[in-house]
Structure formats: C-alpha cells, structure tokens
C-alpha cells in the first residue's frame, strides 16, 4: 500500500460551519453525508460556539466564512449567526431553498445592506425542471424552492444556484445557456449558476455506486498540478465534533485534525476517493 | 519634522492608451515624487503597443500583471483568475487580440518586469502587488478582504503598506499600527457605476501617516470607443466605455459589487 500523498496548509483562507449538523428537511438521494431529518451524527451548532470560532478565526486572518448542513435555516440562531459574522467578514449559505420565508428574505437583505461584506446566498437544484429535482430531493420540493427563490427575488438578493452534475447535460454550453435561461425566469436578471462534482459517499454511493480502490490520489498526480488549488489547502471545516479538513469528508475520523483552527493548520494526508474528485474534477467549494 | 512624499499609483491600464496620457499630464499637474505602475497594460483596449511604449518613452517604473507574464512567456491565455466560461470566452478575445499586436520586443521587456516593488516611503514600508503579495491574480475585492486577513497579508509579507489593483475596483483600507491596503483601481476601463471616468490614486506619506485620495480622471473616452470599433473589438468592450458600466467578466464579482453595477 502506498502512502497518500500530501496537501499543504498553505494560509487559512475559507472557514466553513457544518451549522445545522447533518439535519435536513429533506433526504438528497445523492447527498455525500446522506443528512436527513433523522441524522444527528453532527449536532447544530449554536450561535455561542460560532462566535468562539470566529474569535479563533479573527486571531488567524481568515478571509471568509461558508454555512452548510444539512439544511442551515433549520437552525434557529442562523440569522444570529450570519449578522455576528458579517461584522468580521463575507459570508455564504448554502441552502436548500425552501426555509426561503418572506419574513427571513427580508432579515436577510437588511444584512446584506447593512455589512460591508458580501452575502451570498447558494441555493441548490437538481435539474431543469420539477421532475427530475424531486426526483433526488423528494416529492413537493421543487415548488417550495420555487417559492423561496420567488422571496429572495421580490427583496432583491440574487442567489448563486448550484446543480450538481445528476443534472444531465448541465456541464456542457447549451447545458449551461439552458440553465442561465430557466434562472432568467425566476425572476434573476443576472443569472449565477455554479456546477458541483458528485461525490460517490453517503447516500450517492447508493444511488450510483462507491468508489473504485483505483480512485485514489497518488503523489505523482499532485506533483503533475498546483496542490495549492485544493479547497484543503486554504480551508477548514468546523463541526459539533470538532474541525475536520474540508466540508466533503466529516463523516471521516481521520479527517478531524483537532479541536482548534490553529492546531489543524498542517498537512493532510489525501488518502480518499472524495479526494480524488476534488483533484480530477478541481473542485472548488468555494463560489 | 518629516519629510512629505507623494506617489501615484496607475492600476491597469488594459490598452487605454489616452486615460494613460491623461493620467499623466494629471499628475504632472498635481506634482508627485514618484509614479508607478501596477500590471496589465494590455487587454480590453486597442492598439497594445502604445501604453508600454510611452511608459519605456517616460521611464516610468511598475510591476508584472498577469497579462505581461502571460504574453512575454508565451502562455495561451491571460490567467486572469476567472472560472465562470462567458467571462474566460470575452478573456480570451481580448488576450488573443492583445497577443496578436503586441510586438516580441515589447513582450521581451515585460518579461523583465520585477513581480513585486518594495520601498520605504516616510516610515513605511511599501510592497506594490499586481493581485495580491501572495498571487498574481488574486482578486482582492472590497467586501470579500476583511481586515484581519488584510492584516495577516500585511504581517507575512513584512509590509506597512500594500498597494495592488487586478480587480478593477479601487478601495483602501486603514489596518490597525498605522497599516494600509490600497486597491489603486484601473484606469483601463471605468468602475462599473455608470460613468466614463476611470480612477488613479495619489497616496501622501508623512512618517507613519498615510493619506490616500483616488482620483476621477475624465479622457477621450469617445476617441477611444472609436478606435476599438475600427479594430473590431467586441461591441460589449465599447458598450463599457460608452456607458462606464460593466458588461463582461462580471461572474468574478462578489454580491456586493455585482449588485452595485447594471448587469
């Protein structure tokens, strides 16, 4: 057996927050850390422990701060969280679209207003249309998240969308113009659209298949690129368990580092099949 | 009593050859110490030959941008950091372009631009950046670089006062011990709020004090769209210079400056 290769921790750039642990309204059949209504493997964070990270992130300069889950408007400090945040820094949530309320679009684009720094939103869909995306993400779905992107239209947020590639067809140009045009449509002139890798973990591995033992980085292979390009030379990931070497690999043992920032800023051993789509793919987490 | 030293600082300047004439009689007019520029003298514009012929002309001393390692190394593309494919499809025009008329001296004398320039002004350290200390083609927006990691920049690359541009949007931020980031913006195209003018910056140092003012610089803007539809160059190019808003290479921006423009 070969040994994994190596990814330096070049400057702590992106803090990401596992904020609603691995709670979700809804069940992705491709989710890679298969959260759900029932999974409670990672709990909620709390807006206390969020402002113990951000203090920790403060002393090491970090740049910007990403909110996942789950789903993050479950939990119910998020706006807390986000406006604590956003007096230290830009920040994204990623979320699933259908906790989009009226009354929370319009908290949100108060603090977009009122920070110096940017807030994103990025909100998922899987697919052009109702089928196919409440196909992976259950029946029903679609119109919620039609509805929340209606809210976020009507207060002027304009919300990155992510697809991830079960979207056949996304990644190629007519793919891409189709998906602008149906963003159009929403209601967002200036369409932003973001194409995700799958990751064969969680619940993908079910629906398609795991990963291959030849599915492996080598040090050949990063030799041949610039490592400083993977999310895990730049970022961290922040759960109720402690912090983890990027947002993909929680449900990893191995990938927690520690139980501060500053102890887990050293070398990781990429020895994961999630680590070999982040290289062939060039994954970036990051908007 | 300290001495007081006034600098001005040209960001990109993207084949404009008249804001660059412009900039220059203005800062003539102003009276500096010195004046530098920051990278990317090509791209957008027409004709790229001019801008790096009267800065040699003029003997003013800059930095590399991205776009003068890419056309004096040969490379295919610019390498402006943008991922999204309708910004790297208008890149790669005005790279393709840029290239093309671009004589091999001239992309000789690019090559031996230094990356970095460090000197010390009152008592402050100065590192000039095209993108950032650490890359060439970092964008380092407004609401996207806040303090404490402006701070860290500062810290591990032993500067007082970092000046960069590569973003095309001008923004300065007073650090804490007397520390500053200065974006000098472009004066190659306007900053996407619906005016022509295009913005330098004047940086004042008096021992540790720093004073930063931008300067809106008005220029041919007219002569310029003129030139750049003789050489065919995409409608979208001239649209900005006619309008002062952007109209590509707009997916790089953060929410907060993509909301702030019309497109």
């Known amino acids: ?287 | 009593m300290h001495d007081l030293t006034r600098i001005a600082f040209l960001g990109g300047i993207y084949s404009n050859y008249w804001s660059l004439c412009a900039a220059l009689d203005d800062i003539a007019r102003r009276g500096v110490d010195a004046t530098y520029f920051l990278g990317d003298l090509g791209a957008f514009g027409p004709h790229p030959d001019r801008v790096p012929e009267l800065l040699i002309e003029r003997g003013i001393p800059g930095i590399q941008g991205n776009y003068e390692e890419s056309l004096s190394t040969g490379a295919q593309d610019c390498h402006c950091g943008y991922t999204d494919p309708r910004d790297n499809h208008y890149a790669q025009i005005s790279y393709d372009y840029t290239f093309a008329n671009t004589r091999d001296e001239l992309k000789r004398w690019m090559g031996t631009l230094p990356r970095h320039i460090r000197f010390t002004a009152g008592d402050r350290r100065f590192l000039l950046v095209h993108g950032s200390p650490r890359k060439i083609n970092e964008f380092l927006w407004r609401s996207t670089s806040p303090e404490p990691f402006l701070e860290r920049l500062c810290r591990e690359h032993e500067a007082d006062v970092i000046v960069c541009t590569h973003t095309g949007l001008h923004w300065h931020k007073a650090l804490r011990g007397d520390r500053h980031v200065i974006n000098a913006g472009v004066i190659g195209r306007p900053a996407n709020d619906g005016r022509t003018n295009v913005w330098y910056a004047i940086v004042t140092v008096r021992g540790s004090a720093v004073d930063v003012e931008f300067v809106p610089l008005a220029y041919d803007h007219e002569r310029l769209a003129a030139e750049m539809r003789a050489e065919r160059l995409p409608q979208e190019f001239v649209e900005t210079v006619m309008t002062g808003w952007w109209t590509t290479c707009l997916e790089v921006l953060p929410s907060k400056e993509r909301a702030a423009g019309r497109w």
């Not at chain 1, 490592?227 to 191995?254: D, Y």
């Open chain 1, 1 to 287: 057996m070969t040994t994994a290769p190596l990814v330096p921790m070049l400057a702590l750039d992106t803090l990401w927050f596992q904020v609603a642990g691995t709670l979700c309204n809804i069940a992705c059949t491709h989710c890679f850390i298969s959260s759900s209504p029932t999974n409670r493997s990672h709990a909620m964070l709390t807006l206390a422990d969020c402002e113990r990270r951000l203090a920790e992130a403060r002393e090491l300069g970090v740049r910007e701060y990403y909110f996942t889950g789950g789903e993050p408007f479950m939990n119910r400090d998020m706006l807390a969280i986000l406006e604590a945040t956003l007096r230290q820094g830009p920040a994204t949530v990623l979320t699933n679209g259908m906790l989009l309320r009226p009354e929370t679009c319009a908290r949100l684009r108060e603090l977009f207003d009122r920070s110096e720094y940017a807030l994103d939103l990025r909100v998922s869909l899987d697919g052009f249309d109702r089928q196919s995306h409440d196909a992976i993400r259950g029946a029903g779905v679609w119109d919620k998240v039609m509805a929340g992107l209606r809210n976020l239209a009507a207060v002027g947020i304009n919300p990155v969308i992510t697809v991830t590639t079960a979207a056949t067809g996304v990644e190629t140009a007519q793919g891409r113009a189709r998906f602008l045009e149906l963003i159009r449509g929403f209601g967002f002139d200036k369409p932003r659209l973001k194409v995700l890798s799958l990751f064969r973990i969680g619940a993908e591995e079910t629906r398609t298949r795991a990963y291959d033992d030849w599915e492996r980085l080598s040090q050949e292979m990063l030799d041949q690129g610039d490592a400083a390009s993977l999310q895990c030379a730049s970022g961290r990931m922040v759960t109720s368990k402690g912090v983890f070497v990027c947002p993909i690999l929680i449900e990893e043992p191995k990938a927690r580092m520690g139980d501060t920032l500053a102890e887990t800023l050293r070398p990781f051993g990429l020895a994961y099949g999630a680590c070999h789509t982040c290289w062939v793919d060039g994954v970036t987490c990051t908007t």
